[in-house]
């Protein structure tokens, strides 16, 4: 069974562009989160998806958005590019709930130049 | 206080013992918890969950849930030089509406 999958592996960018991210979920998952992973620190939450609609949202500025389509992949966008956006963008899904447990794709790495 | 809080290492073990690592939350109302391995560059890999209160085998792998200290532990017995990597623990179904990952804990092995 195929796993989560991501696109592109690496993105390059400029200061105030914008980027889209890709996320395929595991069939049968019906969530999709995404997480920001900077360089030595921790993953932080972005946003999670379900059924189509936005569950819940980290405490990341508006820029960053996203939604789910209806055979549940999604997308990342991040408009306006700054330095800091610079990370590793991981995409997960599961089951429907929290309490289920969440598969991670590769990520994907943005760099902003 | 942080929402998930783990000791950052590293963890220096020799190839054989045993790794203990260790994990406390905020939440009460935390329900679920999990392991996560992630090696250098590459994407978190599920090593095991756990949800009621006691411990979970898995392997070489054991698990440990206490509520009631609001303490999660993950131990690995004969630890490889494989097992080097930086392990997270995530705990969910709280009040906060999200997975919540500790900033991990890095984990060397020595052969």
């Known amino acids: 069974e195929a796993g989560v999958t991501q696109s592109p592996t690496h993105l390059i960018k400029t200061r105030g562009q914008q980027a889209t991210l890709r996320c395929s979920p595991i069939s049968g998952h019906t969530s999709v989160y995404w997480y920001q992973q900077a360089l030595g620190l921790g993953l932080q939450f972005l946003l999670w998806?379900?059924?189509?609609?936005?569950?819940n949202r980290g405490n990341f500025p508006p820029r960053f958005s996203g939604r789910q389509f209806p055979n549940y992949s999604s997308e990342l966008n991040v408009n306006a590019l700054e330095l800091e956006d610079s990370a590793l963008y991981l995409c997960?899904?599961?089951?429907?709930?929290?309490?289920?447990?969440?598969?991670f794709g590769p990520g994907t790495r943005l760099t902003v130049l | 206080q942080k929402e998930v809080e783990q000791n950052s290492g590293p963890l220096s073990v020799p190839e054989g013992a045993i790794a203990s690592l260790n994990c406390t939350y905020s939440?009460?109302?935390?329900?679920?918890f999990f392991w996560y391995r992630q090696y250098s560059g590459k994407s978190p890999e599920l090593i095991m969950s756990i949800y009621s209160n006691g411990d979970k085998e898995d392997g070489r792998f054991t698990a440990q849930l206490n509520k009631a200290s609001q303490y999660v532990s993950l131990l690995i017995r004969d630890s490889q030089p494989s097992d080097s990597a930086t392990y997270l623990c995530?705990?969910?179904?709280?009040?906060?509406?999200?997975?919540?990952f500790g900033t991990g804990t890095l984990l060397a092995v020595q052969p």
């Open positions: 997960a899904s599961s089951f429907r709930t929290l309490l289920d447990t969440q598969y």
């Open positions: 939440d009460r109302g935390s329900q679920s």
């Open positions: 995530a705990v969910g179904g709280g009040a906060t509406n999200k997975l919540i």
């Open positions: 998806y379900d059924e189509g609609e936005e569950r």
